[in-house]
């Protein structure tokens, strides 16, 4: 998957928790919302001042593609045949090691319990 259909596949499955998502699908999301919201930050700088005036474009567009990214990455977890309820670890910050390692790691071969294989599809 290119960064383009990561995207596309993204914002179609704005809520959709189930089925799966590769790591390519994965990251290039987390670098999408990443830039997006980095440009956003730098247009609240140009408009606002110094970076002690709180701007608005960026923190609008971080809630924006909050629900995407909370989606792509239970569907993440999924792909490694985990349950989205995973994703909760986040909150206990040594968590994020562990998450981090997931996403990095290749998915299961072949149809799990969540749905088919995404590459398989490709």
Same mark, same amino acid.
């Given at each position: 998957?290119?960064?383009?259909?990561?995207?596309?596949?993204?914002?179609?499955?704005?809520?959709?928790?189930?089925?799966? !998502?590769? /790591?390519?699908?994965?990251?290039?999301?987390?670098?999408?919302?990443? *830039?997006? @919201?980095?440009?956003? %930050? #730098?247009?609240?700088?140009?408009?606002?001042?110094?970076?002690?005036?709180?701007?608005?474009?960026?923190?609008?567009?971080?809630?924006?593609?909050?629900?995407?990214?909370?989606?792509? !990455?239970? /569907?993440?977890?999924?792909?490694?045949?985990?349950?989205?309820?995973? *994703?909760? @670890?986040?909150?206990? %910050? #040594?968590?994020?090691?562990?998450?981090?390692?997931?996403?990095?790691?290749?998915?299961?071969?072949?149809?799990?319990?969540?749905?088919?294989?995404?590459?398989?599809?490709?």
């Amino acid at each position: 998957m290119d960064f383009g259909q990561a995207i596309k596949s993204g914002f179609r499955n704005y809520v959709t928790f189930a089925g799966r !998502a590769a /790591r390519s699908e994965f990251w290039f999301w987390c670098l999408f919302a990443f *830039l997006l @919201i980095a440009a956003g %930050g #730098i247009i609240d700088e140009a408009i606002f001042g110094t970076p002690d005036n709180n701007g608005l474009l960026a923190p609008l567009m971080a809630l924006a593609l909050l629900l995407p990214g909370i989606s792509v !990455a239970v /569907r993440r977890l999924h792909d490694i045949d985990r349950a989205g309820g995973w *994703l909760f @670890i986040y909150f206990t %910050g #040594i968590g994020i090691i562990l998450l981090l390692v997931w996403d990095c790691t290749k998915g299961t071969a072949g149809p799990n319990r969540f749905g088919p294989d995404p590459l398989a599809q490709a």
